[in-house]
T-cell receptor, first 111, second 115 residues
Framework: DAKTTQPTSMDCAEGRAANLPCNHS???????VYWYRQIHSQGPQYIIH???NNETNEMASLIITEDRKSSTLILPHATLRDTAVYYC????????????FGQGTILTVHP | KAGVTQTPRYLIKTRGQQVTLSCSPI?????VSWYQQTPGQGLQFLFE???????NKGNFPGRFSGRQFSNSRSEMNVSTLELGDSALYLC??????????????FGPGTRLLVL
């Protein structure tokens, strides 16, 4: 199974950037890095994904190291509504719909 | 576009009964995946369907089954319910687009309680 390593929990002040790290040292060349988040009792929400280049969308930025063994999700201006569990996952074309979720990082945004 | 819908949202059953959960994917999405989420085991993959065919299956007993219809709607069935089947069951849909099949859109889930 595709295993990633994330800190168990992190805190962030409202309005500041939240930087969530993830290690995925066993990622293969054709596998993408995905980030999801889950707010309590809701279904997970897709945030962003990337292969090797840095990516940005309206929600976040994704920075992938050159060796692709780790990445960082950046929420540029965290709000209280960003408090959630954040999951880092990698998957490729032969995953056939299977995402392997770890324990994720519990991000708490404080006023 | 409407999101992924799941019915029912809440369900209470007793041990030994069976249950059927339904999932309607986002319009145009042909892949549907199912997950079970429990406090102890976290989010675990059950199976995935594409064009009415099961392409992948997680490590669950045969009591867990599913199917997909020609309109991409999917159902999952759990027979002979056990207390440990109490969980949030999540459905996710995706466009099948090469290596980016990991972009999945989840429904709100069905919370099943087995008594």
């Amino acid at each position: 199974d595709a295993k990633t390593t994330q800190p168990t929990s992190m805190d962030c002040a409202e309005g500041r950037a939240a930087n969530l790290p993830c290690n995925h040292s066993t990622i293969s060349g054709n596998e993408y890095v995905y980030w999801y988040r889950q707010i309590h009792s809701q279904g997970p929400q897709y945030i962003i994904h990337g292969l090797k280049n840095n990516e940005t969308n309206e929600m976040a930025s994704l920075i992938i190291t050159e060796d692709r063994k780790s990445s960082t999700l950046i929420l540029p201006h965290a709000t209280l509504r960003d408090t959630a569990v954040y999951y880092c996952i990698y998957a490729g074309g032969t995953s056939y719909g299977k995402l392997t979720f770890g324990q994720g990082t519990i991000l708490t945004v404080h006023p | 576009k409407a999101g992924v819908t799941q019915t029912p949202r809440y369900l209470i059953k007793t041990r030994g009964q069976q249950v059927t959960l339904s999932c309607s994917p986002i319009s145009g999405h042909r892949s549907v995946s199912w997950y079970q989420q429990t406090p102890g085991q976290g989010l675990q993959f059950l199976f995935e369907y594409f064009s009415e065919t099961q392409r992948n299956k997680g490590n669950f007993p045969g009591r867990f089954s599913g199917r997909q219809f020609s309109n991409s709607r999917s159902e999952m069935n759990v027979s002979t319910l056990e207390l440990g089947d109490s969980a949030l069951y999540l459905c996710a849909s995706s466009l099948v687009a090469g290596g980016q099949q990991g972009t999945q859109y989840f429904g709100p889930g069905t919370r099943l309680l087995v008594l």
